[in-house]
Nanobody, 126 residues
Framework: QVQLVESGGGLVQAGGSLRLSCAAS????????MAWFRQAPGKEREFVAA????????YYADSMKGRFTVSRDIAKNTVYLQMSSLKPEDTAAYYC???????????????????WGQGTQVTVSS
């Protein structure tokens, strides 16, 4: 029931930065957490970062920690992914996801998220 729209992707050189945005909308905003996943061609979708909506607790994949920062803007119903020190290995389609329950599933599990955006492509050249 939550619609998500990502934006901000593009082509950058290695070492550069990008800020992705994910705007959420719907009849009732009851999101518990939002997350970013990415998927490169031929690879499985992998967890990037997540943030809980009410408490703003953040979680990161080990490979992203220190380079990526996830944040939220409650007034705009938007989450952001600030990416720095980008590497060619970061090239992928980045997807925003929303989950409306806490549950027992870890926030790094893509199957636990019911709403997904269309994705935004990030390409990092060497």
């Amino acid at each position: 029931q939550v619609q998500l729209v990502e934006s901000g992707g593009g082509l950058v050189q290695a070492g550069g930065s990008l800020r992705l945005s994910c705007a959420a909308s719907g009849g009732a905003f009851r999101v518990y957490a939002m997350a970013w996943f990415r998927q490169a061609p031929g690879k499985e979708r992998e967890f990037v970062a997540a943030i809980t909506w009410s408490s703003s607790n953040t979680y990161y994949a080990d490979s992203m920690k220190g380079r990526f920062t996830v944040s939220r803007d409650i007034a705009k119903n938007t989450v952001y992914l600030q990416m720095s020190s980008l590497k060619p290995e970061d090239t992928a389609a980045y997807y925003c996801a929303a989950r409306d329950y806490s549950g027992i599933y870890s926030l790094n599990n893509p199957a636990s998220f019911g709403s997904w955006g269309q994705g935004t492509q990030v390409t990092v050249s060497s």
